[in-house]
């Protein structure tokens, strides 16, 4: 199997995501068994998996992933768990466990480091998840960063609930918009 065979069968974002993550086949093999894992979970009668998490791991430690984990699964029933960070940046290094701890899946961003790149696509990401699943009521940023208030706004907007998690550090901006603000 060569490196890139686990790629057949993807189209559209889903295979730009896994082409543009890094990671390898054996941990998108891992990624695939988890999320199988959480598909059988939560296949429980009357149980909708209804909320959507990014994380802006550029402004969030990996130290807060337990307590991360432990909120979102309070809020509402998950249907997945994405991390943004770039592919090579030693202050995300530590995120790469949480594949195995708790099975989100990483989004690691290729090429060189420029202001906003994660921003935005966690932003493209979500309006598209928006657009295409409308099971989707709660979508929840980890981030305290103000770039994402225009995103809150856009799904407030539209009718979903916007819910902020953030270490200390929240944009005022984005606390006001959002649905909710919790601290991690």
């Known amino acids: 199997m060569s490196d890139w065979d686990f790629l ?3 189209e559209g974002d889903a295979l730009m995501d896994a082409m543009s993550t890094g990671a390898t086949a054996e941990e998108w093999a891992y990624i695939e068994r988890m999320e199988e894992e959480k ?27 337990a307590s991360i984990d432990r909120i979102i699964h309070e809020i509402g029933e998950v ?7 770039m592919q090579k940046d030693p202050i995300t290094e530590g995120w790469k466990s949480t594949i195995g701890r708790y099975g989100y899946k990483p989004i690691l961003m290729a090429g060189p480091r420029e202001k906003n790149k994660i921003d935005e696509k966690i ?10 699943n409308k099971s989707i009521d709660i979508f929840v940023i980890v981030s305290g960063d103000g770039d994402y ?11 979903k609930r916007a819910v902020i998690l953030a270490a200390k ?14 601290h991690i």
Do not use: H
């Not at 249907?79 to 960070?85: G, H, I, Q």
């Not at 944009?171 to 006001?176: D, G």
């Open 8 to 10: 057949w069968g993807l």
């Open 39 to 65: 598909e059988q979970k939560s296949n429980k009668p009357g149980r909708k998996r209804n909320t959507m998490v990014f994380i802006d791991a550029e402004n969030i430690s990996c130290s807060n992933a």
């Open 79 to 85: 249907a997945e768990v994405r991390y943004y960070a």
């Open 123 to 132: 932003i493209k990401d979500a309006k598209g998840i928006f657009d295409k």
């Open 149 to 159: 208030t225009s995103l809150v706004q856009f799904l407030k907007a539209r009718g």
């Open 169 to 182: 550090q929240v944009s005022q901006r984005l606390k006001a918009a959002s649905s909710e603000t919790r």
